[in-house]
């Protein structure tokens, strides 16, 4: 499921230590009342933005947010990725302190050896020594205390995701292969089909009251395949091809890629036991039903396999924790200064 909350938060602490902008830092020297040259007559004045079930949200956090990262921890819901950076922050920490609400009434906790164990183990993964990462902290304005407590928040979120949304996460094989396919563009390639055809022939001299009839049939074909008739009797009946009456239209085994393009595409997206609408050809009319769809499956997909998994399960989660918020923030009593926003977008022009 890719590296937990913790991790990615350290990893952008020091990426903004490695690389520290002129604006980030005197975002810091606002946010934490440090007078420069520049800015000795600026003193910080707070105020409230926004109110979480009775849990403040003030400027000074917005704005500590913006300036020293990570502008999103959780999910900007529902701002968007062209929205202000403080209204992205803002509503950021909204969602942020829902779930940290919740995990208190679940009782979710890191005691402080716990998270020293935790940081310990990170600070080993990449041969970072504790003296390292706290002359990186001095540098970012932070100190190791507040570091931690960071760290225990991070870890408490991945506790309640795991609580709360990993038993509804279900991602199967054939998840994984048809993520695959859609990010590798191999799906012509990798999927096997039996399929089974009916066909209305129309002959190349066929009158005009004989082509409407034949397109008036093949709907009337689609109707009663809709209305529940299996489709090996629908070709029984209907179909225009005496082998396919024999044999309820199966086909051989066949490759989506080697299928024409007009037939590709009606079939491409429909799972087993399920048919397509008429297709018109010059030839006449066609419906076509999955009765099995394999993955061929080849190498490259058998070397990504695990990183496709992990990749899908936390593009899954996102999608859980997204519902979550969106289902919670309809529950709580969410209460937004009326000129936040207004100032948000001010400071940002």
């Keep these: ?35 420069t040259p520049l800015l000795a007559a600026e003193q910080l004045i707070d105020r409230l933005l926004a109110e979480v079930n009775g849990e403040a949200i ?18 900007p819901y529902p701002a968007l990725e062209s929205d202000p950076q403080e209204r992205i922050a803002l509503q950021d920490l909204i969602n942020k302190t829902m779930i940290m609400q919740k995990a208190d009434e679940l009782d979710l906790e890191v005691s402080d ?19 390292a990462l706290m002359e990186a902290l001095a540098q970012q304005g932070m ?25 509804q996460l279900k991602v199967t094989d054939r998840d994984v292969q048809l993520y695959y396919l859609r990010n590798s563009g191999s799906l012509g390639e990798n999927i096997k089909l039996s399929l089974k055809q009916l066909d209305v022939s129309i002959p190349s001299d066929a009158v005009p009251a004989v ?9 009337k074909v689609y109707q009663e395949l809709e209305g529940g008739m299996p489709f090996d009797q629908a070709v029984k009946i209907y179909s225009d091809n005496e082998s396919a009456r024999e044999n309820g239209g199966a086909m051989p ?35 076509f039903y999955v009765e099995k769809r394999e993955f061929a499956g080849n190498d490259d997909y058998q070397k990504k396999k695990p990183q496709l998994e992990a990749a899908l399960k936390q593009e899954e989660m996102g999608k859980l924790l997204q519902k979550w918020i969106e289902s919670q923030r309809r529950r709580s009593n969410i209460k937004i200064k009326d000129d936040a926003v207004g100032k948000e977008k001010a400071a940002a022009s």
């Design 1 to 35: 499921m890719g590296r937990n909350g913790s991790e990615q938060y350290t990893d952008q602490v020091i990426s903004n230590i490695l690389r520290p902008s002129f604006g980030a830092l005197i975002g810091l020297w606002i946010s934490f009342g440090i007078s």
């Design 58 to 75: 003030t400027y000074s956090q917005v704005q500590t947010k913006v300036s020293k990262g990570p502008l999103i921890e959780v999910s």
């Design 113 to 131: 050896s716990e998270l020293q164990e935790e940081i310990n183990k990170f600070l080993q993964r990449r041969q970072m020594t504790k003296e």
């Design 143 to 167: 100190s190791y205390e507040q570091y931690k407590e960071d760290f225990r928040t991070q870890s408490i979120i991945q506790m309640f995701q795991g609580r709360e949304l990993l038993p």
């Design 211 to 219: 082509k409407e009839g034949k397109k008036q049939l093949i709907e």
């Design 253 to 287: 085994q066949i490759f989506l890629k080697d299928l024409a393009p007009m037939f590709q595409n009606s079939i491409k997206d429909l799972e087993e036991g399920r048919y397509t609408r008429p297709i018109e050809t010059p030839g006449g009319y066609f419906i």
